[in-house]
């Protein structure tokens, strides 16, 4: 018999899809999403084992190509100085991110008319910001209301403690006269929706067992499926189909056995993240591609990471990563010789195996008998920072499909051609500098930077944009692709610029935007 | 499965790389309970720590300046699969019971007891709270 089809077909159950799944579950359609990966069971997570750093290292790396999982694909990075870092399950990134959770500026829509570089949105912030607020009211966010670096907002719950780490570096941050607030993160300070509050683990980035960070496998899909979506997983998709009119007819994928099914739908929705989403795309028969620009203009942010070493004990492992961030140097100023800006973010310190691995790494603890005594100097003796520098639209940064590499269904992988720009270049000096002056000004003895960080390929944006004009981009204003009218994209590849934050919160925010405009235009949806 | 000389070799390198201390009642990296959880922890790291054997054969017979040399030169030749090596080697170290106590850690993961985390002093926001707005209006 074959399979009948559904309303709605959703690929991908990370950030994007999770939010768009809970927001049109209330229309009552039939709502399907096919994930690749697995659902994660908590109290599995490295943080309840002695090994849980090596974990981190092993099966909860952030490089899908270390990492290896069966559920993960392989991307070919090596034409990129910066590599990527993804999760392939329910909660998709979500499941490893720090949980950083800024809005993007009023001025992040509005790029070209307010600095002449690369595109305005489509839309703008106050479009976005009754979706901010539903997002986060659905995933929880700690923070502080107050902030004069943003447009007014109200956190939830208390921010995160500063602790020793955040006050030492506050006090050098006060002495230089700039800007910080305590970060808005997607962490739970206090008891949340059921959601247990957060017990300073130290180890967002492998997965909370304490369910106090918000992934979507703990916010939105329980109550999505509650509301009668259904989710399968292991089921990897290869391609989008057409009719003869060109709409989507719905998509092959391999299920849990590795058998190939094909799923009919009325509509499809991708929510498999800027990589993903185009490998997809490239990967159906140059769907929805009529502008060309499929799997082009891939931006990451290429961060910096600056760290210094204090001779008073600070937080070491204990803590969320997430505390305080600055925008002192977030709006474009011409006099530093770049556009845009970026965000300073303040971190702890680290678990005893990383601070030791690192270190090493660096050149800071020797092999042989002097190395207890350096490694105690060393040890929860150390904090930092991040810098997160707006990265600016580029054609030849893209997405394409690698000639030989495949993943286990034989379905080709990604390949990422990426070069950073001199503005980017030019940020990161900036940001480096500026930062070491905050470490010296806050009683560091010794600095520390990468720029820009190898592994921090973990913001994902840009590689089907959205745009009014169908040459100029993928998708309209409100998501849908201009060519396939019964085709979404609601994850970071629609983003038109980055902006110099954390991209989560906006994903989410888009998808619950996109999600609204379908459920206010049924009648009239492939017009 | 590593043969006699690799074990050798292995240990040796651990041995080299974190010896005990007596100062700071710690074992070296080479200690009977930490070696063997080094031997079944190569992880990804696997590759790493087979080249490093394989370019290291007859190490654990050298005198101490051979040993020394011999790593220099590894370091120059095979940085990523030393790395690799001494992750393993250093992720093993510092989760035995013995070194987490002599840091002043309860030897036991994170969850589900959890950390303190002081809150700080909220009073350096004040100078911060009195600065205007600073972010632009979009046209
Ligand atoms: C280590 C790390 C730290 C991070 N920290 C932060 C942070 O602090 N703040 C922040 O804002 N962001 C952070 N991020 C980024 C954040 O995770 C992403 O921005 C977010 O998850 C992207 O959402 P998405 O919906 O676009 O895609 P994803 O969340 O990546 O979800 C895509 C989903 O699609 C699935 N999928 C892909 N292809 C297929 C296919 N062919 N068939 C079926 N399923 C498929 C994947 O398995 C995945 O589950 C971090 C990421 C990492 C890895
Ligand atoms: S620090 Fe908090 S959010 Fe992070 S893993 Fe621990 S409990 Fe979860």
């Known amino acids: 018999m074959p399979t009948q089809p559904v309303d709605v077909l959703i690929i991908g159950a ?6 768009i799944a809970w927001s ?32 981190q290292l092993n099966d909860f790396h952030y490089s899908p190509n270390r990492r290896a999982r069966d559920t993960d694909y392989p991307i070919n990075d090596a034409n990129s100085p910066i590599k990527i870092a993804n999760f392939n399950g329910v909660g998709g990134g979500t499941v490893l991110y720090a949980g950083h959770f800024p809005r993007f500026h009023p001025s992040d829509f509005r790029v070209h008319t307010m600095d002449g ?17 539903e997002n986060d009211r659905m995933m929880g966010v700690s923070g502080l209301s107050g902030d004069p670096a943003y447009p007014p907002h109200e956190p939830m719950m208390a921010p995160l403690p500063l602790g020793k780490s955040g006050a030492t570096l506050a006090r050098g941050l006060n002495k230089l006269g700039w800007h910080w607030w305590p970060s808005d993160s997607a962490i739970a300070s206090e008891d949340y929706e059921g959601r247990a509050r957060c017990i300073n683990l130290a180890h967002c980035t492998s997965g909370c067992a304490q369910g106090a960070k918000a992934s979507t496998d703990v916010t939105y899909w329980p109550a999505a499926i509650r509301a009668g979506v259904e989710l399968r997983t292991r089921c990897r998709v290869r391609e989008i189909t057409r009719h003869d009119d060109g ?3 719905g998509v092959i994928y391999y299920d849990a056995d590795g058998k190939e099914q094909f799923q009919p739908a009325h509509v499809v929705i991708l929510a498999c993240n800027a990589i993903g989403t185009a490998r997809i795309l490239l990967n159906s028969n140059g769907l929805a591609n009529s502008s060309g620009l499929v799997g ?26 997430n505390c305080i961030w600055s925008q002192e140097f977030y709006e474009t100023d011409a006099s530093r010789g770049f556009v845009r800006g970026y965000t300073f973010e303040f971190s702890r310190g ?19 008998e002097d190395h207890h005594r350096a490694y105690r100097r060393l040890f929860c003796h150390r904090t930092g920072m991040v810098a997160i520098c707006e990265d600016l639209p580029e054609e030849h940064n893209r997405v394409t499909l690698d000639p030989q590499l495949k993943d286990c269904h034989g379905i080709p992988a990604p390949k990422i051609d990426y070069t ?36 921090g390929g973990w913001h994902l944006m840009g590689t089907a944009r959205m745009g009014i004009d ?27 610029t980055s902006a110099g934050v954390n991209p989560t919160r906006t994903i989410q925010a888009l998808a619950l935007y996109v999600a609204d405009n379908i459920k206010s235009r049924l009648a009239t949806l492939f017009d | 499965m590593l043969s006699d000389d690799q074990r050798r070799t292995l240990r040796r390198i651990a041995e080299m790389m974190i010896p005990a201390s007596t100062d700071y009642g710690v074992p070296s990296a080479a200690d009977d309970a930490i070696f063997t959880d080094i031997l079944r922890s190569f992880g990804r790291d696997e590759p790493h720590v087979m080249t490093v054997l394989r370019e290291l054969g007859g190490f654990a017979d050298l005198d101490p300046a051979g040993r020394q040399a011999r790593v220099a030169q590894l370091r120059e030749q095979h940085s990523e699969a030393l790395k690799g090596l001494s992750s393993v080697i250093l992720q093993c170290y510092y989760r035995d019971d013995r070194v987490m106590r002599s840091l002043g850690m309860e030897p036991r993961p994170p969850f589900p007891k959890g950390h303190e985390v002081e809150q700080g002093d909220w009073s350096l926001l004040d100078p911060v709270r009195k600065r205007p707005k600073f972010y632009r209006e979009a046209p």
């Not at chain 1, 910096?304 to 600070?314: N, S, T, V």
């Not at chain 1, 990383?354 to 020797?366: N, W, Y």
């Open chain 1, 470 to 496: 169908p040459q100029r981009s993928v998708v309209n204003e409100w998501g849908r692709s201009h060519d396939v009218k019964n085709l979404f994209i609601v994850d970071g590849s629609i983003f038109v």
């Open chain 1, 247 to 249: 709409m989507a007819s």
């Open chain 1, 350 to 368: 680290q678990n005893p195996v990383m601070a030791a691995v690192h270190s090493m790494q660096i050149g800071r603890l020797p092999w042989g």
């Open chain 1, 296 to 321: 082009k203009n891939l931006m990451f942010h290429p961060y910096a990471r600056i760290a210094g070493w204090f001779d008073e004990e600070l937080d070491g492992y204990r803590g969320p990563g």
């Open chain 1, 14 to 19: 990370g950030a994007s899809g999770a939010a």
């Open chain 1, 420 to 455: 950073l720009s001199e503005n980017s270049r030019r940020m990161l000096d900036h940001a480096v500098a500026r930062a070491s002056e905050i470490l010296r000004a806050a009683g560091a003895h010794d600095v520390w930077y990468e720029a820009p960080l190898t592994d």
């Open chain 1, 24 to 55: 049109l579950a209330e229309t009552k359609m039939h709502i399907l999403c096919l994930e690749q990966g697995d659902w994660m069971r908590p109290s599995e997570y490295p943080s309840s084992g002695r090994d849980w750093e090596a974990r």
């Open chain 1, 117 to 133: 570089v690369a595109d305005d949105w489509p839309i703008d912030y106050a479009t976005l910001a009754p979706y901010y607020d």
